[in-house]
């Protein structure tokens, strides 16, 4: 894809202190959009942001708790007055497995609806535009546990698949509900991906190597290629798109 593909356009990203978010934060302001960086890590925000601007770039840091209504309502509302416009939202902030069943249903999954409740109806009243929810291959199949690990996995295991699986009916849904008010909803399902948020289970060489195992490309996804999907639905380039869940996997779904 060539850069200058959201040229003119203004997003907001929430999870962007880190990971998947922060990439796809730089690459949006690469391709030339003004972005708005929120997280609930504020300091990690505002990181992100800077760089952006430290490029020639225009952000924004946003302090954000996705789990409140209201500050995703705020967070919407601040980015339209920042940069005149809203073209782009990307619902990304997300736990991994590791919380109870509140915790992470209220991030990843209650966290995503508010931005698609808020966020589309905001673009539909401007004239559309294009809504990116972070799922996971764990929205789209079960997971796979290690031989040697008890049968229901690590803690929060069931939440995390629970939560991503429903971000995928809500993607399909309001694509279906706005498709004709010109926006367009679209998720993607990421493989195990070298991010902070999956550090927790790469601690060993046996963890690596079993993570690897599952993904017939050989090796685990790097922040920055799942940025690229996110860049191309993001982007004029995929306006006939919408209602989909992209694995961005290396294959394993595919198998």
Not at 125 to 136: L, P, V
Not at 235 to 248: H, I, M, R
Request: charged share 20%.
């Amino acid at each position: 894809m060539s850069e200058g593909t959201l040229e003119g356009k203004a997003a907001l990203i929430t999870g962007a202190a880190s990971g998947i978010g922060r990439a796809t934060a730089l690459r949006f302001a690469a391709e030339g959009a003004a972005v708005a960086c929120a997280d609930l890590d504020g300091d990690g925000a505002e990181d992100t942001a800077a760089r952006i601007a430290e490029s020639g770039g225009s952000s924004l840091a946003i302090r954000l708790d996705v789990t409140a209504e209201e500050q995703v309502q705020d967070a919407l509302a601040r980015s339209v007055a920042e940069f005149g416009t809203l073209d782009v939202l990307f619902n990304n902030a997300g736990v991994g497995g590791g919380g109870d069943w509140e915790e992470t249903l209220g991030v990843n999954l209650s966290g995503v609806y508010y931005g698609l409740l808020h966020g589309a109806r905001l673009l539909a009243e401007r004239g559309g535009g294009s809504i990116i929810n972070t799922a996971s291959i764990l929205g789209l199949v079960a997971s796979v546990p290690r031989e040697d690990q008890d049968v229901e996995g690590p803690p929060g295991a069931g939440a995390y698949v629970a939560s991503k699986h429903g971000v995928v009916g809500l993607t399909r849904s309001f694509a279906v509900r706005y498709g004709r008010l010109g926006v367009r909803v679209n998720a993607i399902c990421p493989g195990y991906i070298e991010t902070p948020m999956t550090a927790r289970i790469r601690e060993t060489p046996e963890d690596v190597a079993h993570l690897v195992r599952l993904h017939p490309i050989g090796r685990l996804g790097k922040p920055e290629e799942i940025a690229s999907a996110a860049a191309f639905l993001a982007s004029d380039e995929s306006s006939f798109l919408t209602g989909v869940a992209l694995p961005v996997d290396g294959g394993y779904t595919a198998r």
